[in-house]
């Protein structure tokens, strides 16, 4: 059974920062690109980070430079550290793991940033 489980949301104040993980089991982790994807009140679910099975990134262009995506197949953990927080950044962020037609979500974790 695969599962994917976020940790490390929270409270921030603007200008601050939050690390968020995603722990990967039950899957052959460094096949699969890792993607997180956010979704805010009432807006559609988006794309905020990607890393490849052999590591290249992208990014949105609204956290480019803020926002950084690794991961570690040793752990079978990806991971979002997130700077430079701004309140259009609040969102439940989800972890998703994706090989050909196969694709996998974690729960999601809150992030709310607000003074």
């Known amino acids: 059974q695969v599962q994917l489980v976020e940790s490390g949301g929270g409270l921030v104040q603007p200008g601050g920062s939050l690390r968020l993980s995603c722990a990967a089991s039950g899957l052959p982790f460094s096949r699969y690109a890792m993607r997180w994807y956010r979704q805010a009140p009432g807006k559609e679910r988006e794309v905020v980070a990607t890393?490849?099975?052999?590591?290249?990134?992208n990014y949105a262009d609204s956290v480019k430079g803020r926002f950084t995506i690794s991961r570690d197949n040793a752990k079978n953990t990806v991971i979002l550290q997130m700077n430079s927080l701004k309140a259009e950044d609040t969102a439940v962020y989800y972890c998703?793991?994706?090989?050909?037609?196969?694709?996998?979500w974690g729960k999601g974790t809150l992030v709310t940033v607000s003074s």
């Open positions: 998703n793991a994706a090989l050909g037609a196969m694709t996998y």
């Open positions: 890393i490849g099975s052999f590591g290249s990134t």
